[in-house]
């Protein structure tokens, strides 16, 4: 029990520094592309706590309170990732060119409805 505790210690300590190095050699440009990809892909912490929150019979209620927490958490990271997502691709949406009229006022372009 110990000797996998420690080893599951040292795993989560060499990939925080792993993580470090390969997130500072991202060029400042892609840095929020690939900060909302990674808050996207968040949602696979939300499928792990239901699955484990699933498998197991009887949990106890310290593992009932870290679930609930991952579940929580991760759910709020996805929605975070798409909303970012969503303001950065409305940054390269184009801003709609006012058209004159014939009566000299001016009207934005919009496809007239059907």
Not at 14 to 33: C, D, Q, W
Not at 37 to 56: D, E, P, W
Not at 61 to 70: D, G, R, S, T
Request: cysteine-free; aromatic content about 8%; hydrophobic content about 55%.
């Amino acid at each position: 029990m110990y000797d996998e505790l420690l080893a599951n210690l040292a795993i989560l300590v060499l990939s925080g520094f792993v993580g470090f190095a390969v997130i500072s050699k991202v060029p400042n440009t892609l840095h929020t592309p690939l900060m909302s990809g990674t808050n996207a892909i968040h949602g696979i912490v939300v499928l792990g706590a239901l699955v484990v929150f699933g498998s197991v019979e009887h949990p106890a209620l310290a593992v009932q309170i870290i679930l609930f927490v991952a579940v929580v958490f991760g759910t709020l990271n996805v929605i975070g990732g798409f909303i970012v997502t969503d303001r950065m691709l409305g940054m390269f949406k184009g801003k709609k060119k006012p058209v004159a009229t014939t009566s000299g006022a001016a009207r934005s372009e919009e496809p007239a409805a059907k």
